[in-house]
């Protein structure tokens, strides 16, 4: 566990969406070079709170500061330099390269009356060379496969270099080697590179391999949040997953199948 | 990895020289449409005006008929391919146009009542811009709800109250006397024959252009989508209201100064997209000076085919953008 001092820090965070609440008086401390896992049931609230853990929406109670600052208080371009979202889904209503929409990442570096200088191409091509996406420059993003697609917004995200990485879903679309690439990816950037990353992941085996903590929404405002091998037991995610989960072992490691 | 040398994907010339290109081509094409008529005017002439001199008739045609409505149509021409452009961002539609929201509908009804009343002028003006106003703020109040005003739910109200405005449209016209039929249909298609002053088009023009390029940025990213924008830093909700009223604003100054022209505003900002690219920075002046260019061309044509009977220039736009839009919808698939 690191023991850096906290880049987001939630307290008594409690997060509700049309009159109900997903998660209530949330205490959180996420530090430089820790991965976190947020996990649940499908609409318990995993990409809602991660877009309040964003300072995108405001929380119903509780407070929600950014190197201690209140997040709500921040300016959204100096955000954005701090943190960054990975979406869900993409939109892409018009034509567009994989070059132009990595770019789009580097933003809120650049200033209104500058045009993207050699250093942002240069951080946009590094960024989709990590996600085995060379060549791919010139393409338009509307002919690409699901999995390519999301490749690109990873690149964007890597582009943006932010301390803060919450991430909805990072492997969705992903072929396999391409999900492990990708997560080991992101453990590498907090581990080794000091950055923190907050995901939403639904392979429970993931979570065991590539994370340190965890944030497990129970319904009803319920969570649990602690180290993976704490939090990750068989009462605890049968009863979370609403499926008898089995324990199986492999030397030191642990992996989950349905019973 | 390294960059490609020529660094960029797109053809930087291309871009750069665009902006210039277009400039030229309006300026030859005011200096064509000033002479051509029923009383030519040659270069020289022209010339010779430009500066200052006596020309005689030559002069008072140029200056008293012919430049109020160059102008007008130029003018309206840019405002309505600006205001397109953004409400194609705004709604996230390569297909939106500037009457998807039911401006021109309002103005429509709002034009015809005043006809109906036998009000003329700049009364006209006024119940036309009135009416454009009231469908705007219609629609605004309406299509409020969870999420804001999405794209989703922006489009279906302006779509609807665009439908009732057509119903209050063709109840006027069935009831409508024979004197004043001719002018409402003229005016429902678009006619700068009887195009009112164009300081105010000419003005908003300039404010919009001047007001729209700083926040382009902003809209490249829109144009992405609200969350990526919102996450990036754009102040997603606020500029979504400002570019909402802003074309808005901006259509119905062109609706009350030449009457409903189509096409424009749908063609011209997709034609400047397939040649320049998305880039809202460079699409949007592109936008403007090509519609006013086209706009210009088409009224150009509008008075002297048939000559010396006149054609409303929203039929022309009309005929010469569906079969584009229809080339381009079908080569895009």
């Given at each position: 566990m690191s023991t850096a001092p906290p880049l987001l820090v939630a307290r008594g965070v409690s997060v509700g969406i049309d009159g109900r609440t997903l998660c209530a008086t949330l205490d959180l401390d996420i530090r430089p070079g820790e991965m976190l896992a947020v996990i649940g049931r499908n609409g318990i609230g995993k990409s809602t709170v991660l877009s309040t853990l964003a300072g995108l929406r405001a929380p119903l109670a509780g407070a929600l500061t950014l190197d201690g600052m209140p997040i709500g208080s921040m300016a959204p371009r100096a955000l954005a330099r701090r943190r960054a979202l990975l979406p869900q889904s993409h939109e892409d209503a018009f034509a567009s390269t994989v070059l132009d929409t990595v770019l789009v990442g580097r933003h809120p570096h650049i200033g209104r009356w500058s045009d993207d200088s050699a250093h942002d191409v240069q951080v946009a091509f590094d960024a989709m060379a990590r996600v085995s996406l060379?060549?791919?420059?010139?393409?338009?993003?509307?002919?690409?496969?699901?999995?390519?697609?999301?490749?690109?917004?990873?690149?964007?995200l890597l582009a943006q270099d932010a301390p803060l990485c919450l991430l909805d879903e990072p492997v969705t679309h992903l072929d396999l080697d391409y999900q492990m690439d990708t997560l080991s990816l992101f453990a590498g950037?907090?581990?080794?590179?000091?950055r923190a990353v907050v995901a939403v992941?639904?392979?429970?085996?993931?979570?065991?391999?590539?994370?340190?903590?965890?944030?497990?929404?129970?319904?009803g405002g319920e969570w649990v949040c602690g180290a993976v091998d704490a939090v990750l037991q068989p009462d605890t995610l049968s009863r979370a997953f609403c499926h008898p989960l089995r324990e199986l072992r492999d030397g030191a490691r642990r992996y989950f199948v349905p019973a | 990895m390294q960059p490609p040398a020529s660094g960029r994907t797109r053809a930087p010339r291309r871009r750069t020289l665009a902006l210039p290109l277009l400039a030229v081509g309006l300026l030859l094409s005011i200096a064509l449409s000033l002479s051509l008529g029923s009383v030519p005017v040659s270069p020289a002439q022209l010339w010779q005006i430009a500066t200052g001199g006596d020309a005689g008739v030559a002069g008072d045609v140029v200056l008293g008929l012919r430049l109020p409505r160059v102008l007008a149509a130029a003018a309206c021409g840019g405002l309505l391919a600006l205001a397109?452009?953004?409400?194609?961002v705004l709604l996230r539609n390569p297909l939106a146009d500037p009457y998807v929201l039911g401006i021109s509908g309002g103005a429509?009804?709002?034009?015809?009542?005043?006809?109906?009343?036998?009000?003329?002028?700049?009364?006209?003006?006024?119940?036309?811009?009135a009416g454009a106003l009231a469908a705007m703020a219609l629609v605004f109040g309406l299509a409020h709800g969870e999420g804001g005003r999405t794209p989703t739910r922006l489009l279906l109200t302006g779509v609807i109250v665009s439908a009732g405005c057509g119903a209050a449209v063709s109840f006027m016209l069935t009831v409508a006397n024979e004197q004043s039929l001719r002018g409402m249909l003229f005016w429902l298609m678009g006619d700068a024959g009887v195009a009112a002053p164009p300081a105010a088009a000419l003005w908003a023009l300039a404010i919009g252009v001047l007001v729209c390029v700083p926040l382009a940025r902003d809209l490249n990213l829109l144009a992405r989508g609200d969350l990526t924008a919102q996450t990036l830093?754009?102040?997603?909700?606020?500029?979504?209201?400002?570019?909402?009223?802003?074309?808005?604003?901006l259509t119905a100054v062109a609706v009350t100064t030449v009457g409903a022209v189509g096409f424009v505003g749908l063609v011209v900002p997709h034609l400047m997209r397939l040649a320049l690219g998305n880039d809202q920075r460079l699409l949007l002046p592109a936008s403007a000076l090509a519609g006013a260019l086209l706009l210009l061309l088409a009224d150009t044509a509008a008075r002297t085919v048939i000559a010396p009977a006149q054609l409303p220039v929203g039929v022309l736009t009309a005929l010469l953008?569906?079969?584009?839009?229809?080339?381009?919808?079908?080569?895009?698939?």
């Open positions: 060379t060549g791919f420059e010139a393409r338009d993003v509307r002919t690409l496969s699901g999995g390519e697609r999301q490749r690109v917004a990873i690149a964007a950037m907090a581990h080794d590179e000091g992941l639904h392979d429970l085996n993931q979570v065991l391999r590539f994370c340190d903590r965890v944030l497990l929404l129970t319904g | 397109g452009a953004l409400m194609q429509s009804v709002g034009a015809l009542l005043a006809m109906t009343a036998g009000l003329a002028g700049a009364l006209f003006e006024l119940s036309a811009f830093g754009v102040p997603v909700l606020r500029l979504r209201l400002a570019i909402y009223l802003i074309a808005s604003a953008g569906v079969p584009v839009f229809l080339f381009l919808l079908h080569r895009r698939q």
